[in-house]
């Protein structure tokens, strides 16, 4: 995406667009990406995908034109992480609405119960990504500098092995905007084929269940971490 996103500065920054103006516009993108997976069938799943990776596009562009520009700021930094918090959040509780099948004659109970999982891997993303970011506020109202990145390392030789391993299987990586829209496209045209939304219900529990561990894992591996010393 880096090498398109270059392309569109060029055409950026001699225009009045703010940097900012660009981070709505992908907050936007990504929450109406999570709208269209209300759209049944193959062609939500598709125009879902397509507005997460405009999303990524202008998640790049803004960074960059602001950096061109020299118009970094604390506010474009706080929006941006504003904005993947709410886009994540919102493409999976979309995922989980569409398991539900809204429109389908099924009991109601059944249905909310997807409902009820997509709900909880978007809490799961957003606790992973606030558990994160709680280390710097942490460390900042403690008058600690910025942790460096070695200081993630756990301090239990066993920890660090399985944070490694889990680093390389980047299973945690599924329930990212990008990743989570694709595995939602492969879902929906497997489902396409097969009928019915049973791959979509089953891709929406191994979401939910891979959030909720990678929430735990993430917290214990912070704690086990030099990050907070």
Known sequence: MREISLRCDRYLVNTRITPNQLTYLMVVAGVLAGAALL????????????LIQLYLLLDCVDGELARWRKQTS????YLDRVGH??????????FGLRGADLFAREGAS????????????ALGAILIKAETDLVDVA???????T???EAATPRSSGL???RRAAAALKFHRLVGGVEASL???????????????FWTRFGIALLAAIAVLQTVLHLVSILASRRLK
């Open 147 to 149: 942790a460096k990145d």
């Open 139 to 145: 460390r900042a109202r403690s008058g600690l500098e």
């Open 110 to 121: 059944a249905n909310w119960m997807w409902a009820f999982l997509g709900a909880v891997a």
């Open 183 to 197: 595995l939602i496209l492969v879902l929906a045209i497997v489902d396409t084929v097969a009928g019915g939304i």
């Open 160 to 162: 660090a092995l399985a």
């Open 74 to 77: 604390v506010t474009g930094v």
């Open 85 to 94: 918090y709410l886009a994540e959040a919102a493409l999976l509780v979309g």
């Open 39 to 50: 759209v049944p069938g193959l062609t939500g799943a598709l125009v879902a995908a397509l």
